[in-house]
């Protein structure tokens, strides 16, 4: 099974421009995500519209694909990027891992196991969530929460708390029930990707503002597994001082 990661990266991010190339402990941002995929996939690509980081993965040794500028989604980048792989090396992709391209930090052995997963062939889409711990994650909309089935199918994504729970006070929901937080690593078949990108908006991706409903919603069936790894994301630049506050460099 051929499995590609692909690592969606874009300097015009809204909340913090050019945020691929600032410097974490003398490298890159865009690098240091690099690195950790190549720890346990053997193909890792960068998908960009800008020239600027096109440069700094070459410079590192990294490879790189240039896409379109008129992409909505880091997904609609992936399936254009898995496209003109293809094409240049003439060889066929059978699993492609969306990788955030702001998590420095990222564990490797979380990879391997996205991949790993594609064994069952029932499979299509797969990610990972993590139990949340902290009544602040809870009710943090920037926080994508989810609940799922005793299959381990992703039944619904909020940015609200899900479920609510009724009956207990809200401060003592984190304790009295199991929340989880989407960790947004993505593993998908690569057909499976091609007709996600060809599917339209639809009314809950839009409330929410997450696309993992669109897919939902037309159907698609999304395997959780659950991790222990915390997933450390560098959304904004004040997201800087929580790497420096826990000596990750």
């Known amino acids: 099974m051929n499995t590609i990661g692909i690592i969606p990266a874009r300097y015009d991010s809204t909340r913090f421009p050019g945020k691929p190339l600032i410097k974490i ?17 053997n193909n890792v690509i960068v998908a960009t519209d ?6 700094e993965v070459e410079n590192f040794g990294g490879y790189v ?12 980048r992936c399936a254009e990027a898995v496209t003109l792989y293809q094409k240049s090396f003439n060889e066929l992709v059978d699993v492609v891992i969306n990788i955030q391209g702001d998590e420095p930090f990222l564990d490797p052995a979380i990879l391997s196991h996205l991949s790993k997963s594609f064994i069952n062939p029932e499979i299509r889409i797969s990610t990972f969530v993590k139990k949340i711990s902290s009544e602040d994650d809870i009710f943090d909309p920037n926080l ?18 899900i479920p609510y729970v ?3 006070e809200k401060t003592k929901w984190a304790v009295e029930y ?20 060809q599917l339209p908006f639809s009314s809950l991706e839009l409330a929410e ?13 999304i395997h959780v597994e659950e991790t222990q790894h915390e997933s450390i994301s560098i959304d ?7 790497i420096n506050n826990i000596n990750l460099i």
């Not at 379109?68 to 997904?75: F, I, M, W, Y």
């Not at 929460?145 to 909020?158: E, H």
């Open 50 to 55: 800008d020239n600027r980081i096109r440069k």
């Open 25 to 41: 402990g003398g490298k890159t941002m865009i690098r240091r995500v690099y690195e950790r995929c190549t720890l346990s996939l």
């Open 236 to 242: 904004i630049p004040e997201d800087l001082e929580k």
């Open 144 to 161: 994508s929460k989810v609940v799922f089935d005793k299959n381990g199918m992703a039944l619904y994504f909020s940015r609200s708390p």
């Open 65 to 76: 694909i240039m896409t379109s500028h008129d992409h909505k989604s880091g997904t609609d």
């Open 178 to 197: 199991p929340f989880y937080k989407h960790i947004g690593i993505y593993a998908f078949r690569k057909e499976v990707l091609m007709e996600l990108t």
């Open 209 to 221: 503002s997450l696309e993992q409903n669109r897919w939902l919603e037309n159907g698609y069936r």
């Open 166 to 168: 009724s009956n207990i």
